[in-house]
């Protein structure tokens, strides 16, 4: 419904608010994460593929893209990949040559992101976001 698209799109702006705070050095006490460093996102559903577009496209930081789901997985890095073809083939619109600057635009995105069904892959992270959806028994499942 329009309410929930609504209400998606709100929490994924104060995600990506919160996540442009962590980059500037000392912000009220966090830690500071820079541009390249590494982030997991579990969960590549609506809120969790959402996460982590922006972190890799808005704060530059390197993704790993978790959901022990393949298919779920693979949904979610298209969708990253779809979204932000749209985004960009609007910024880019009009411009000489738009098609194969929107392209080499998302494939530099698209290289901070890695995909992946393997929990193992966010021992290296810097920070870890669990967006798994809002059912106990899988997020209990995840944290043991």
């Known amino acids: 419904t329009a309410k ?9 702006q104060a995600v990506a608010m919160a996540m442009a705070r962590m980059a500037p050095a000392g912000a009220r006490g966090m ?6 460093s590494k982030i997991g ?3 590549m559903g609506l809120m ?9 496209d808005v704060a530059k930081y390197n993704v790993v893209a978790v959901d022990v789901n393949k298919e779920a997985m693979d949904k979610g890095v298209q969708a990253i990949e ?7 083939g609007k910024k880019l619109k009009g411009e000489d040559d738009a098609d194969s600057k929107v392209k080499a635009k ?10 992946t069904t393997d929990v ?25």
């Open 4 to 12: 929930a698209r609504e209400a998606t799109r709100s929490t994924m």
């Open 31 to 36: 830690a500071t994460l820079a541009p390249g």
């Open 41 to 43: 996102v579990v969960g």
């Open 48 to 56: 969790g593929h959402g996460i982590a577009q922006l972190a890799a």
């Open 82 to 88: 779809s979204s932000l073809t749209k985004v960009y």
């Open 106 to 115: 998302v494939g530099e995105i698209m290289s901070r992101v890695e995909g």
């Open 120 to 144: 193992n892959a966010l021992k290296d992270c810097d920070i870890v976001v669990e967006a798994i959806i809002e059912n106990l028994e899988i997020k209990k499942k995840f944290y043991k």
